[in-house]
């Protein structure tokens, strides 16, 4: 299952969304943007509604990896050695 908060953060009291768009000539560039909000739910609104229009905008292609936080898994840490 998708995770509705996919993209997003909160900085202090705000709502911030973060993603990568693939420009012209194999660049690709990391966006971040405040969505002026302190309200989850309308910080998704803001959200769905900046990455349905940005790549119309801007000319470019959205890469978007959109998971659960739950199959998200950190590397395994291999054991310390005692010295």
Excluded at 16 to 32: C, D, M, N, S
Excluded at 62 to 73: E, G, Q, T, V
Aim: proline fraction near 7%; charge should be positive.
């Amino acid at each position: 299952m998708p995770d509705p908060d996919h993209h997003l953060w909160r900085n202090g009291r705000l709502w911030w969304i973060a993603f990568t768009v693939h420009l012209p000539g194999w660049q690709k560039e990391r966006v971040r943007v405040s969505l002026q909000t302190a309200d989850l739910a309308e910080a998704r609104r803001r959200r769905d509604e900046l990455l349905r229009r940005y790549p119309h905008e801007r000319g470019c292609a959205l890469s978007l990896r959109i998971s659960s936080r739950h199959a998200r898994r950190s590397l395994p840490t291999s054991p310390s050695v005692a010295a």
